[in-house]
């Protein structure tokens, strides 16, 4: 089989997927066995004449991690589309928006607002902003535009397989390189590198009869470490999300916040989790009921911390 | 990151229009409705008829199945309420699958509330869309049958569930009517006469009574109660409990002396307070059956170690001081639950003075001191012996009021009038009935209602606001004052009288919803058990094989609640005699794959037909038990679990189809 | 008898201006039955309720009979809100300067002087000087709100003299805002003046938080009502009822003197029928050491209004008619030394019926704040 | 005016970090700009969100330290409840630290920096790339980078629950405590760390500082800025990353002040220009004096060498050694020479495992008691400051009495960089860009590596470009005509 040609590249993320693929430590050099990786800006020096260059359909796999949120973001995914067999959405960001797309829960004027006017250590009087466009002395300078709203990649372009995680889990990556390396591929559009089933059949904790009489933020619960967080009143998102991470964030005892993203059923992770959540509420009087929703410090960043995009309601 | 979707096959979708003669013709344009239908994608065939649901027009439904090879029907009529049985009848005859059948609701739905023709037809163009969307993602479905068992559980021994259970032992059914009470006879056992006829109440009651103890069929259990329900329609299993009497009622003759000789007085519970008690007692003269037990609340021996005067005197040696309770498992195939009513006690509006004037009653407290059997043995009189001189009803205590209970009690207009009526027949006193409106509906009772106006008894058109016994000169001196206004007349009464007698909301029994817990069913506003349809199934609930009879399930008089009685007899007597029951197939289903054991659905299913499976690490759906009430379906954060016939596929296939013009 | 046709713009007007459930009455007549007012003038709420809903001539002259005890909301079955409509009727009716003229006046001085009375701004704050009143300050946790009737009525600038020696005594951290409080505004808001109260609602709301307040104490139950019920929020506000309660059960505060006398306790309709204020008043006075509590026969839920709320403390009542005068006869009957109330109007009522019944030696009326600086 | 060049512009290719570097007729450099083009927002969409969230969500700022901003993250949280962790948490997060430092240091020297100095500013660029230094240097030695980047990461992974993204600190302390099993495991590790750190401190005396041409390089003026250097130390003025005041140090190497977080706003301001989305802090005593060098300018750096420069020393015993050699060679404090900074990296690699060591061996470090009590604590506002391996970073919260977020304010790492990496690039480009000289893909190359010694993260910074920073360079003339392009993607 001849060497297959991959290629990674990023958008609007946070360079954690980059590092997830690294983490597979010793797995790295078997990719290097079976591909050439032609494109890989945080390890290799490449040349964007290069990739222009290539043929359509030359690049075999591209991983693509980030999100959509400037044009520049939209036309490489447009680029790497066209130039590749196979385009992965790596990452909870490619994958449905992930955190940078939270963005979407406000704007781009008052993120200025907030940054350039607002912020304490400001020191601008004259209200600078940046512009599309300045003069300086020795020419013009000019700056991209910021998207109004944070996009998920199969927004953009087809995505073929979808890898989801916050970063992926470098054992499922792993999974994944080896899958590749079988040549026995899933339909396209399957997630891989991730369970069909919920985080909470990988979790370790002992579940009974799930009644919940309040919600506590996880600083002011004494978390038994082995129970159910959702049964002690901590709202985890495990329930509402695909495993294969291991549930290692509840292995630190910490609340699942959803990375891997909405189940395979599912039409939409938040509503998905509300309605979980809603229901292991016990009383039936409307009032305690209001009381104990109330005590959900932040629905929707929480229960769309990763996938406003992705949601079915748009805010 | 969806899931990857088959897509339907093709189908044959065969679509019924029907007319419903001009209910829906006359307004939805049925020819052009018909012209667009054909033209949507797998619509085989469409036809119209004048009425479907007619012999011919099933006829047609059945010969265009075979004729066109048809793999789904629609038929666009009225509410799948009336006829959705009818046609799938119709389509499983053709040999369809009867879930392959969709009812669209064009006249409930579009023509009889929707004046625009033009817009009419849009409507029906988007109901006939949605359903055929769907149709490509219905499945074929299987039913199981299960035998049930003749016996029947009727829980509570007034009227209706006595009436209820003559009727089904004569037709030869075993039945187990369990009481809590140490008599059967319930609440009807208490009254005085009976309006609009004045009957006797113990006249017509007692012999029901004394049938119910003396039929071979009727195993008659007072003082036990049901601790367990499970299985399901057909096949229920119950765990009775069998208080302990202290009695042994095989030796007991019934013969009194051991109340007689009880040292302890207690206030008569049966008697509302008005009367008293011994420890060992039975309720009333006419107890069925008429052996006494102790309350071992109250009982000198069981509080001091000492006493068993009872057992000194007992001839038979029927008291049994060590008896314990006991459970016993019984299968029945139906139940009816026929529990009754609470009186509401007033107390909680304080201006009218219950609890705070002795000569304040209750409407029951007044039945018991009407009653000759009762503690002052059917005199009407005062705390201190008189009779009084003027007794004002005041209606609507705690009924029709958003404080207390907002719906109408139903039988105090009528008990108010006939108290008004005994009250005159007794003594001398002037009557003053309050009353807000007066409801008199039943046959007979406006002539009763007109009847009292001509025996001179004073009524006032306001609600009475409040009681007290402040005089304020020498006439109201010694008297209950009532003060209300008079709103025809526009004046403000301060009306001095000696009895004030109340007319208590009538409430669901204070353990209504742990019994509606216990068998599975639904409580309504206010509490009450909830039937399954307040006109197509008044006796039926949301449990199959679980009926409801009586007061229990909304305030009703005497003859209604007889009606009732008899109703839940028949249905059940419909469902034994058949003796197979259909499993219905709309349930939920557990996908293994997706199943994460989160085990969220657990604790919400009301059926309790969710467990989980140790072994698989996931929940497991019991058949016979879910209702495919869909809670556990839309709860399941894995969408693991979906319900038969409403899966999310077929309800998002409709929506589509209803939204979207181009399916 | 004349035939007369439906007016229904002014029901809508009425039903548009508070009143909505105005159609709900089911015309029963416990509120009639239950009016402290019906037997004395023979008002009778439901009549009003029932022109408004045909929007008859009459409704004018009946709403100004209202005192807002809320005696008859309590009883209404249909759980109708009569204050609301006797407000909103009010609102419609006295638009364009249909007011009664003593209310005339009230509004008058509201309008220029922020305060009910006739008082001049910069008096406000005189009953203080010479008392150790503290400023309200970021270092303060709670603020004391003035009531104009403590800060202008001489008979009641006793009690605000007694709460300043109260409060200190308790080791309260507490101080005044001493400029710019403007009346609460309950009285004029149930005069259907909803625009002026606006404004008062807005001046005061403005001055709590510009001064960070996050705890207030009122005197009157007038205030405690409309700062909870009507204002924005953002601040805890407890009657000092509430407070001297908390300090007399915590210790703080020390009943040590004993008072040898039989004193009965009178509900302020607003503290209690409107806001289920009724242990904490009997709490302190139950803990005054030697006294002996009574209760009059009308007590809590039952208490008979003083007819000074909802505007009528400014409105003549005809002799006979007052129910102040009833009141304290009903104290005086149960052989009680001291009538306590904890409401500013309830006290000048009293005290004026007081000397029209001749009782000045029988009967001491007295505001819970200034029995208690007696004891301790 | 010359020739106009127009080389392919690919004027959609604009999400990158950009050099501009204007020409004049005679092709002598008459300014340079660097911009960044984009921004997140993390300020903005923070608010509203439960401040115990905050430290789980602003790891995102950047997947390469996000131990950093956690942990910094956690620091402000702690201070906004108004709480000090119990002292086994903090040693636990401080632990988990260390080994993030080690992880990152390993990572921009072998995966990003070595690659010029190994293979040579002007190779080819197809080798010049962790693999080409990997060949160069043989395959064990690469083997075990990646393993002792592993062990790094693993540690973090056991401490943090992950070590992309961590979780575990919550407010007022750690979710988790570790087992003797792991404590074990991770001192195992730190062993090796400590040997690694002395080993690649030697490879770089091998292969750099022997080699003639590289120091020349390395001291060239080109390549010396002389500005002022901020770094946190603890109370004996030592060099520390996860606690103690900011000190700054001028470009005489004479302390200007100490802060602690609380007082930032009183000594760092920023400064926005309109052609980039980046603001430029500076320091606030001095005031705004534009991109400027000298003791008179506001310009600090915040760096591995300006740690060292702003500090008395390290903490501990063989990277004090390293130290005094380092300020020896290069001629005593403050060092100026920009490249210079990759030996202090080293340095400081070797602070981070030593210390983690120290610390992996306190008996408390598998204490349980981890949690402060936050009972009648009314969250308000908190600062939390600590060193990013790119520099000081400060993360600044108000919330409301519930602890919900309604202001974030972040100064991060590279962002205190802007201004120095602007005014360095300037000074390599006109250093190497001469009249009549070609320009050429290694020319532009040395250009970057100017820039590359910051090891600059705009992940962080604007909180948008991910990872390392691809560039292009457009050498224009004055007119503004594109002569020349250089893109690193």
Not at chain 1, 309 to 315: F, S
Not at chain 2, 59 to 65: A, G
Request: hydrophobic share 35%; proline share 5%.
């Amino acid at each position: 089989m001849a060497k297959l040609k991959i290629a990674k590249y990023w958008a609007d993320g946070c360079g954690g997927c980059d590092v997830s693929l690294l983490d597979t430590d010793a797995k790295i050099l078997e990719v290097a066995a079976i591909a050439d990786i032609v494109f890989w800006p945080i390890a290799v020096d490449g040349k964007y004449s290069d990739l222009e260059a290539a043929k359509p359909g030359e690049i075999d796999i591209t991983f693509f991690n980030g999100a959509i949120h400037t044009a520049e973001h939209e036309h490489i995914a447009q680029l790497m589309r066209e130039k590749s067999k196979i385009m992965v959405a790596y990452g909870s960001c490619a994958c449905m928006g992930g955190i940078p797309s939270l963005a979407n829960t406000t704007d781009r004027e008052s993120i200025f607002e907030t940054v350039y006017h607002l912020a304490p250590s400001n020191d601008n009087p004259r209200g600078v902003e940046p512009q599309t466009r300045t003069k300086v002395p020795e020419g013009v300078l000019s700056l991209p535009m910021l998207y109004e709203r944070v996009k998920r990649l199969d927004e953009c372009v087809e995505v073929d397989y979808y890898l989801p995680g916050c970063p992926p889990f470098y054992k499922r990556v792993a999974d994944v390189i080896d899958v590749i390396a079988s040549g026995k591929l899933p339909p396209k559009g399957s997630v891989v590198g991730a369970k069909d089933k919920a985080l909470c059949e990988e979790c370790p904790r002992e579940r009974h009869e799930k009644k919940v009489k309040e919600f506590k933020r996880p600083q002011f619960a004494q978390d038994d470490g082995k129970t159910c967080l959702l049964e002690q009143g901590i709202v985890c998102v495990g329930v509402a999300t695909r495993g294969g991470c291991e549930a290692r964030c509840i292995n630190a005892n910490m609340p699942c916040r959803g990375c891997y993203g909405l189940l395979p059923e599912a039409m939409d992770q938040g509503a998905s989790a509300l309605s979980a959540v809603a229901s292991i509420i016990d009383s039936n009087d409307p009032k305690e009921i209001e009381k104990v929703v109330n005590q959900i410090a932040d629905p929707l960043g929480t229960f769309y911390r990763f996938g406003l995009p992705q949601q079915r309601v748009r805010i | 990151m969806a899931k990857i979707t088959k897509k339907p096959d093709k189908e044959k979708i065969g679509v019924f229009l029907c007319h419903c003669g001009t209910n829906i013709a006359g307004v939805v344009d049925i020819p052009a409705l018909a012209g667009y239908t054909r033209d949507l994608p797998g619509v085989e065939m469409v036809d119209e008829y004048k009425f479907m649901c007619s012999q011919p027009g099933q006829d047609l439904i059945k010969d265009s199945i075979k004729k066109h090879k048809l793999t789904k029907v629609i038929v666009a009529a009225c509410s799948p309420l009336m006829h959705e049985n009818t046609f799938r009848k119709a389509c499983e005859e053709a040999g369809l699958n009867r879930y392959c059948f969709i009812m669209v609701n064009n006249r409930e739905h579009n023509s009889w509330v929707t004046e625009d023709k033009a817009l009419a037809l849009q409507k029906a163009k988007d109901l006939i869309r949605g359903a055929v969307a769907r149709a490509f993602w219905l499945e074929p479905l299987e039913v199981k049958e299960v035998g049930v068992n003749p016996n029947v559980l009727i829980l509570g021994g007034g009227i209706a569930g006595i009436q209820a259970a003559l009727d089904l032992a004569e037709s030869g059914r075993t039945v187990y009517l369990v009481e809590r009470e140490q008599s059967i006879g319930g609440n009807m056992a208490k009254f005085d006469k009976t309006f609009p006829t004045l009957d006797c109440a113990a006249c017509i009651l007692t012999p029901k009574m004394v049938s119910v103890g003396q039929h071979p069929n009727i195993k008659l259990w007072n003082y036990a109660e049901v601790d367990e329900v499970s299985g399901f329609v057909g096949n229920f299993k119950v765990k009775v409990r069998h208080k302990a009497t202290s009695v042994n009622f095989e030796k007991c003759t019934g013969c009194g002396i051991c109340q007689e000789k009880c040292p302890v007085k207690r206030p008569s519970e049966f008697d509302e307070g008005l009367g008293n008690r011994k420890a060992i007692y039975t309720l009333f003269a006419q107890a069925v059956p008429n052996k006494p037990v102790i309350d071992r609340v109250n009982c000198t021996y069981y509080i001091k170690g000492k006493c068993k005067v009872c057992e000194k005197f007992c001839e038979p040696k029927a008291i049994d001081f060590e008896m314990k309770d006991s459970v016993e498992e019984i299968e029945v195939g139906s139940i009816i639950l026929a529990t009754g009513f609470h009186l509401w006690e007033a107390g909680q509006m304080p201006e009218l003075g219950m609890g705070k004037y002795p000569n304040v009653l209750t409407s029951l407290q007044f039945e018991r001191m009407s009653n000759s059997s009762g503690p002052t043995l059917g005199k009407i009189l005062l705390k201190d012996g008189r009779e009084p001189e003027s007794v004002a009803i005041l209606h609507c205590t705690g009924s029709r009021d958003v404080n207390y209970h907002e719906y109408c009690s139903r039988v105090c207009c009528m008990y108010a009038l006939k108290f008004a009526h005994l009250i005159k027949e007794k003594t001398k006193a002037h009557v003053y009935n309050f009353y807000i409106d007066m409801r008199c509906f039943g046959k007979g009772y406006e002539e009763f209602y007109h009847r009292l106006l001509e025996e001179n008894v004073t009524f006032i058109r306001g609600k009475a606001a409040s009681v007290t016994d402040r005089a304020e000169n020498e006439s109201e001196s010694g008297k209950l004052i009532v003060m209300g206004e008079d709103t025809l007349s526009q004046k403000l009464l301060r009306l001095p009288v000696d009895m004030v007698i109340l007319t208590n909301a009538i409430e669901p029994q204070l353990d209504a919803q742990e019994v509606a817990r216990k068998f599975k069913i639904s409580c309504a506003g206010g509490g009450f058990f909830l039937e399954k349809h307040p006109k197509l199934a008044p006796v039926a609930t949301a449990s199959d094989g679980v009926f409801i009879a009586g007061a229990c399930q909304s305030p009703k008089d005497i003859p209604d609640t007889v009606a009732q009685g008899q109703a839940a007899a028949s249905a059940v007597f419909a469902l034994t005699q058949r003796g197979k029951v259909e499993l219905e197939a709309t349930t939920a289903i557990v996908d293994e794959e997706l199943c994460s054991g989160c085990e969220i659905c657990l604790s919400l299913c009301p059926y309790q037909a969710i467990s989980h499976n140790a072994e698989k690490k996931i929940s497991a759906i019991n058949d016979a038990l879910c209702k495919g009430c869909g809670t556990c379906a839309a709860a399941c954060p894995s969408k693991a679990i979906f319900a038969r016939h409403y899966t999310n596929q077929q309800i998002l296939a409709e929506l589509e189809g209803v939204l979207n013009e181009r399916i | 008898m004349q035939a007369v046709t439906p007016y229904l713009e002014v029901t809508d007007a009425i039903m548009e201006a508070g009143g909505e459930k105005l159609k709900t009455c089911l015309q029963c007549g416990a509120c009639t039955g239950s009016c402290p007012w019906a037997p004395v003038n023979g008002f009778s709420v439901r009549s009003m309720i029932r022109l408004s809903q045909f929007g008859l001539e009459g409704i004018e002259k009946m709403m100004w009979e209202c005192s807002t005890c809320k005696q008859c909301e309590v009883r209404c079955p249909q759980g109708l809100p009569i204050i609301d409509v006797v407000k909103a009727a009010r609102t419609v009716f006295s638009q364009g300067g249909l007011l009664p003229g003593p209310l005339r006046n009230v509004v008058g001085s509201l309008v220029s002087k922020g305060c009910p009375w006739g008082g001049e701004k910069e008096v406000r704050y005189d009953w203080m000087a010479g008392r150790p009143v503290p400023d309200f300050g970021p270092d303060k946790e709670n603020l004391y709100f003035t009531c104009c009737t403590y800060a202008y009525d001489p008979r009641n600038r006793k009690v605000g003299e007694a709460t300043v020696e109260v409060l200190n005594k308790a080791g309260l951290s507490w101080g005044v805002v001493k400029t710019g409080e403007v009346c609460c505004g309950e009285a004029v808001n149930k005069m259907g003046e909803t625009e002026l109260f606006g404004k008062l609602k807005d001046t005061n709301h403005k001055l709590f938080v510009d001064h960070k307040a996050t705890s207030i104490i009122t005197g009157s139950p007038h205030c405690y009502h409309t700062f909870t019920k009507e204002y924005p929020g953002g601040y805890k506000v407890r009657h000092i009822s509430q407070v001297l309660a908390d300090a007399v059960d915590s210790g703080k505060l020390k009943l040590s003197k004993s008072l040898l006398k039989k004193i009965t306790f009178h509900d302020p309709c607003y503290l209690g029928r409107h806001n289920g204020i009724y242990d904490e008043p009997r709490a302190v006075l139950k803990a005054i050491p030697d006294a002996e509590f009574v209760e009059m026969p009308r007590n809590r839920e039952d208490s008979l209004c003083c007819g000074g709320g909802g505007g009528k403390i400014w409105m003549e009542v005809p002799a006979g008619e007052r129910l102040s005068d009833f009141r304290v006869q009903e104290a005086i009957d149960t052989g009680a030394q001291i009538l306590v109330v904890d409401c500013p109007y309830c006290l000048t009522n009293f005290e004026d019926s007081r000397k029209v019944l001749n009782a000045e030696d029988k009967i001491q009326v007295m505001d819970l704040v200034e029995l208690v600086k007696t004891v301790i | 005016m010359g020739k106009r060049y127009t080389i392919d512009p690919i004027t959609r290719l604009e999400g990158h970090g950009r050099i501009d570097i204007f020409t004049d007729d005679d092709n002598n450099v008459t300014n340079a700009y660097l911009q960044i083009p984009q921004l997140r927002g993390f300020e903005k969409f923070c608010q509203g969100r439960p401040v115990e969230e905050v430290p789980r969500i602003v790891t995102r700022l950047c997947g390469v330290c996000p131990e950093a901003h956690h942990l910094c993250s956690a620091k402000a949280v702690d201070a906004v409840y108004g709480v000090e962790p119990p002292s086994a948490a903090k040693k636990l997060r401080e632990l988990m630290y260390m080994a993030h430092f080690v992880h990152s240091h390993i990572a921009h020297f072998y995966a990003l920096a070595a690659a010029d100095f190994v293979m040579g500013p002007t190779s080819n660029p197809a080798e010049r790339n962790i693999l080409g230094v990997v060949g160069k240097v043989g395959l064990k030695i690469g083997g075990e980078v990646i393993k002792q980047r592993s062990n790094a990461q693993k540690v973090q992974e056991i401490i943090g629950g992950k070590a992309t993204h961590p979780v575990c600190a919550l407010p007022g302390g750690m979710s988790r405590p570790i087992t003797e099993d792991e404590r074990e495991l991770i001192e195992t590790m730190g062993i090796q760390a400590e040997e690694f750190a002395i080993f690649t401190l030697d490879l770089f005396q091998d292969v750099v500082l022997k080699n003639a041409a590289y120091v020349d390089v390395i001291k060239s003026p080109a390549y010396q800025l002389n500005v002022h250097n901020m770094g946190l130390v603890d109370a004996n003025n030592k060099v520390n990353f996860y606690d103690g005041k900011v000190r700054v140090v001028d470009t005489n190497g004479k302390e200007m002040f100490k802060y602690s977080p609380k007082e930032y706003l009183d000594f760092v301001a920023e400064h926005t220009e309109s052609f980039s989305y980046l603001k430029f802090p500076f320091l606030k005593k001095i005031g705004w004096k534009g991109l400027e060098e000298g003791q008179d300018s506001s310009v600090y750096w915040a760096t591995p060498l300006s740690r060292l420069n702003a500090a008395d020393g390290m903490a501990t015993r063989r990277a004090q050694g390293h130290y005094e050699i380092f300020f020896k060679a290069l001629g005593g404090k403050p060092v100026k020479a920009t490249l210079a900074t990759h030996w202090a990296r080293l340095i400081e690699q070797l602070y981070a495992a030593e210390r983690w060591l120290e610390l992996v061996r306190d008996p408390e470090i598998t204490s349980t008691e981890l949690r402060a009590d936050l009972t009648g604590k009314i969250p308000h506002e908190g600062v939390g400051i600590l060193e990013a391996p790119r520099g000081t970073l400060t993360h600044h919260y108000v919330t409301d009495e519930n602890g919900m977020v309604q202001k974030v304010n972040l100064i991060v790492g590279t962002t205190n960089n802007y201004a120095p990496i602007s005014i360095s690039i300037k000074k390599a480009a006109q250093g190497l860009i001469k009249k009549g000289a070609k320009v050429n893909e290694g020319v532009l190359n040395m250009v970057e590596m100017a820039f590359r010694a910051y090891d600059p993260c705009f992940s962080c910074a604007t909180h948008s470009i991910p990872g390392r920073v691809p560039l292009i360079i457009n050498l224009r003339d004055r007119e503004g005509n594109i002569l020349d392009t250089y893109k690193s993607l």
